[in-house]
């Protein structure tokens, strides 16, 4: 991703998984919603998922899209922050 400076993460899982902890800056997209097209994210930003099937956003408007695969878990394996 070139540029950082608009990045946004988004932790696209259910209400229940997001009580495990959530990453520190980002933005909570339940799931399913990028399927029924129920986006609450301005398109043209860059965007990191957090997301097991991250493939919901591809071809749906949004620029540059990173899904470095894992989720939340590979995140937590990292021992990168969280919050609870």
Sequence with gaps: MESRKNLVLVDVRSSQELHEGSIFGSRFIPYGEPAKGRMTLATGHP??????????FFGTGYGEICNPGGGISA???AGLPIKR
């Design 47 to 56: 965007l990191l998922l957090i997301c097991a099937v991250g493939q919901y």
């Design 75 to 77: 995140w937590k394996a």
